[in-house]
């Protein structure tokens, strides 16, 4: 089997959803994907083990390049082959209505690949830029989202052979707005097990000094603005007023410059910063080894039209360490703490926060047990060969 895969991620690709669970897994299963899309930056090798990489040149932004983008799309699907069974568009929403027609003149199965609400996204970019932007720019955004929202589910998704979500809850946003249920099915944030679960913590004599005697929380992944890092000062400040051995490590860092001068001066300005070891950017085996050094995790998620719909990878891998999880409740971490018996899911508020760590942290064998769960249902859940072998199953049917 056979797909051509335009992707709106730029190549090649880093995201383990494509890496990992196109790059190797569907790979396994006899299933090869060629990639279509546009690079980071121009010269660069473009590697793909699963089949070929077909850029149409380098990443453009601003609005021209936003214009051009599904028009040069539309000029590279030439390269389709007899194989391609199946043309499938991710995030794209004019290329896929473009892909769409496409696929009924070449007779072949159009799928959708939808890993974000682009629709929502656009809007709420929109509203981020009143009283910060010029008015006209502001409408033009306006007019983008709702022009997005009105071809993406009137004239793409409800057309599509099928359509994968990211998220229980994204399935249930689609069919709210009319999109057959039958023709969908979740494809959450995965993780490669056995990786995670030979991940080996820092040597004592790796550790910084400062760690003697303290309890260790851990954090990992980006910090920027959008991820509310402040909140996690505000638990940590709460937590040490009832463990004050408490020391919070972020395994991480912001996006941009501006952010992490942001992000320093504000854990500078809580009064905590010889609680908090920040790592900075790590690879990612560094990264997981000194998380792996914690007693238990924290996975707060800000709600929101974005968030909501999302599969966060946090807890996820937090579980896969066999770390006990204290994460709030967006629809799919919820799903996932309680399913699996390896964390807590509590209101995103510092004090909660606080008192469901207290618990864990009062409790050695609790916490063991937990990690025992999580381990076991993430490798029976969200393993990518299991995921792998879900996608497979689809794409067979539908061609048969």
Known sequence: MRLLFLMRDLLPPFRPDVAVLFGRELLRLGVRSDLLGQVQQAGGK???????IWAHGRHAGGML?????????LAMVRRLRPDHQLIQVRDKIRTGWLARWYCRLRGRCFVYWMSFPMAEGYAVRAEQL???APAPLIWLHRLKAAAAHRLFYLHVAPHAAYVFVQSEAMLEHMVARGVPRERMSAVPMGVDAAMLAAVQPLAAHERPPAWAGRRLIGYLGALGRARDPEFLLQA???LREQEPAALLLLAGDAPSDEERRWLRSCIEASGLAEHVHLTGWLPQAEALRWLACVELAWSPVPRGP????SSPTKAVEYLGLG???????????QLVLERSGGGLCVPMTPQAFAEASLSLLGDTEHRRAMGVKGRAWVAAHRDYGVLAAEVAAVYRRLLD
């Not at 473009?46 to 089949?51: I, V």
């Not at 390049?65 to 799309?73: A, I, M, T, V, Y």
């Open 130 to 132: 009143t009283g910060r």
């Open 323 to 333: 770390l006990p999880c204290v994460g709030n409740d967006i629809p799919d971490q």
């Open 236 to 238: 940590l400040a709460k």
């Open 46 to 52: 473009l590697e793909w083990a699963a089949g070929e």
């Open 306 to 309: 974005l968030f909501d719909v």
């Open 65 to 73: 390049g936003e214009f051009l983008r599904p028009l040069r799309d």
